[in-house]
Nanobody
Framework: QVQLVESGGGLVQAWGPLRLSCAASGRPFNTHTMGWSRQTPGKEREFVAAIRRSGGNTYYVDSVEGRYAITRDNAKSTVYLQLNSLKPEDSAMYYC????????????????WGQGTQVTVSS
């Protein structure tokens, strides 16, 4: 089992930045691909970013490409999501996720999920 705890969400003005963190525990962090997804009420969860075990390979969905940056610190067992140039439509609950099995980096299939952290962008 992997336990994931997100933090860093909050209320931010449009075009502002925000950094989300996700602390992992329970199993070796550097054996897991990490990802972030988001969801708003009434909509399906949208997978937005992923990073491979070593951090050398990342993926972003088109809607956040160039504005978001996913990084990881394996020594701290933490993955980050830097959100820049935020728009009101980026408002959502953001979830951290982990998987150990091999899959395409753009796959949204993960085995472990956090409880989420709310991001609200005001216009």
């Amino acid at each position: 089992q992997v336990q994931l705890v997100e933090s860093g969400g909050g209320l931010v003005q449009a075009w502002g930045p925000l950094r989300l963190s996700c602390a992992a525990s329970g199993r070796p962090f550097n054996t897991h691909t990490m990802g972030w997804s988001r969801q708003t009420p009434g909509k399906e969860r949208e997978f937005v970013a992923a990073i491979r075990r070593s951090g050398g390979n990342t993926y972003y969905v088109d809607s956040v490409e160039g504005r978001y940056a996913i990084t990881r610190d394996n020594a701290k067992s933490t993955v980050y999501l830097q959100l820049n140039s935020l728009k009101p439509e980026d408002s959502a609950m953001y979830y951290c996720a982990a998987r150990e099995r091999v899959a395409l980096i753009r796959s949204g299939e993960y085995d472990f999920w956090g409880q989420g952290t709310q991001v609200t962008v005001s216009s």
